[in-house]
T-cell receptor, first 114, second 115 residues
Framework: GAGVSQTPSNKVTEKGKYVELRCDPISGHTALYWYRQSLGQGPEFLIYFQGTGAADDSGLPNDRFFAVRPEGSVSTLKIQRTERGDSAVYLC????????????FGQGTRLTVV | DQQVKQNSPSLSVQEGRISILNCDYTNSMFDYFLWYKKYPAEGPTFLISISSIKDKNEDGRFTVFLNKSAKHLSLHIVPSQPGDSAVYFCAASGISSGSARQLTFGSGTQLTVLP
């Protein structure tokens, strides 16, 4: 597709369950980012991939959060033992990989933990 | 500890007038600044950026001004149009952000342009 695609667009899960959120970046973009946006706040950085490797995972809040990008394209954000505080919009973005270029965002996945 | 601050949660402007959105930052290592626009149920869309070596960047109706000494930037939209109504996020990146790619966002300003 032409833009960053995220699936599902909405996810409701019970506390304690495991969830996976998927991101399809723009074709050819080597850099991929995950952000989390809580209500009334700006997006907060979670993790950044350059190719297949996580170049910076300093934003992951704890070890329940994990992300992979095994072939350098699609990425999956995995959350174990979900908590109500994990409820947020999870945004994925990609960029061409050159420094100081803008990131293109997907529409996000709204995660609700009940 | 908010490193990027947008102190006005909302702004209303009459159509045709100028909209000025403000952003302050505290981290002097930030060297690249961006503005994103966000409509409901959509992801943020890149609007305009500025490098710290410049003090102004213009793109059509949108101009970003950077005052490094004051650690302040602003986005000017002129003339404002009803379609500009959205949440505007200021973001910054720099060497101190680890990868230099990590964006630090402000909390956003809801702009409403009244017809």
């Amino acid at each position: 597709g032409a833009g960053v695609s995220q699936t599902p667009s909405n996810k409701v899960t019970e506390k304690g369950k495991y969830v996976e959120l998927r991101c399809d970046p723009i074709s050819g973009h080597t850099a991929l980012y995950w952000y989390r946006q809580s209500l009334g706040q700006g997006p907060e950085f979670l993790i950044y991939f350059q190719g297949t490797g996580a170049a910076d995972d300093s934003g992951l809040p704890n070890d329940r959060f994990f992300a992979v990008r095994p072939e350098g394209s699609v990425s999956t954000l995995k959350i174990q033992r979900t908590e109500r505080g994990d409820s947020a919009v999870y945004l994925c973005a990609s960029s061409p990989g050159r420094s100081n270029t803008e990131a293109f965002f997907g529409q996000g996945t709204r995660l609700t933990v009940v | 500890d908010q490193q990027v601050k947008q102190n006005s949660p909302s702004l209303s402007v009459q159509e045709g007038r100028i909209s000025i959105l403000n952003c302050d930052y505290t981290n002097s290592m930030f060297d690249y600044f961006l503005w994103y626009k966000k409509y409901p149920a959509e992801g943020p869309t890149f609007l305009i950026s500025i490098s710290s070596i410049k003090d102004k960047n213009e793109d059509g109706r949108f101009t970003v001004f950077l005052n490094k000494s004051a650690k302040h930037l602003s986005l000017h939209i002129v003339p404002s149009q009803p379609g500009d109504s959205a949440v505007y996020f200021c973001a910054a990146s720099g060497i101190s952000s680890g990868s230099a790619r990590q964006l630090t966002f402000g909390s956003g300003t809801q702009l409403t342009v009244l017809p």
